[in-house]
């Protein structure tokens, strides 16, 4: 069953030259577009009135839930416009899915899979003139998110639950385009311990994040990468980004520690690595593997994956004490290739042998 939208349209779009001159120069995450999706949620009414409005800003009672105790989730996802003009999304019912499991972690009602696809389209579809064209791999990022929006102070799952999108377009979510990305190692804060929130993708992990992300700028590195919290001993992942390490003997290496966020473009990087006849472990991965891993040459590439960042060579590992450098000098053969591949499948450039690709319009 799909979702009545009702719709009431901006009525003062940005014009079509300012449109031009953000287009031309997005940035990541600082302009939105002409509007907005919200649907809402009690328990006696489920799921109702969904809209699209223009966008602006939210009023919230000081005593919002989701203020206080933090009880949301989002995700995030891009829309590609093809060389023909059609505007498409990369597996958006893994996200719905995804935004699924971490509503069960946060206790919030389940929103259908095909409510989740049926909003973005939607938005996308009202806001297409904000899809930049694919050249320079701009794109339009999509940001559902569900969050706590009823005014009570006890602690106990909202009973008034508000679930958006909203659209931004972006540019390279890194300021100095594709070259390695130079990383520390905290020793003092971890992202996730076991039974905690580390899969769910949810603000409180970002939130934790920021003050080790200072810390990795503070040290003259680009991001941070987090051990588990149990044993302070295996890589999870950074901030944004699943990685992934590439053996002299072709395998590939990706950490698993339940604790991570399954990144989306992770598990195609699974699959497009098998089908170059890379075989991917998952599993957890030391620390000390890495560090003896370049020193001794048998890791010969190192990225990182995320939807904003895409795929992004890994340089240098910095941590108190000591540093190795990065396996490779600038991107590697197969970092350069796996990203290619995927950009080229997300911009229509390539067939879509996994059927990944989703027409908007
Ligand atoms: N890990 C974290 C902590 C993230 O925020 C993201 C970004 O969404 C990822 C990994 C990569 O996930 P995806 O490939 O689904 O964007
Ligand atoms: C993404 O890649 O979509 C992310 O969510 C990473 C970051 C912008 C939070």
Redesign the pocket.
Known sequence: MSMEISITRNPQPVDDARLAEILADPGFGVHFTDHMFTVEWTPERGWYDARITPYGPLTLDPATAVLHYAQETFE??KAYRHDDGSIWSFRPE??AQ?MLRSSQRLAFPELPVEDFVQAVDALVEIDQRWVPEGAGEKSLYLRPFMFASEKFLGVRPSQHVTFMVIASPAGSYFKGGIKPISLWLTEDYT?AGRGGMGAA?TGG??AS?LVAQQQAISQGCDQVVFLDAQEGTYVE??????MYFLYADGRIVTPETGT?????????IIELAERLGHPVEERKFAIDEWRDGVRDGSIKEIFA????AVVTPVGRLVWEGGEVPGATEGTGELTGRIRQELVDIQFGRAEDSFGWMHRIC
């Open positions: 995030g996802m893994a996200n995804r992202r993708k992990n970002y994040s992942e950074l901030g944004g980004m699943n991570i966020l399954e990144g989306i473009t992770r598990a195609s994956c995320g939807t904003a």
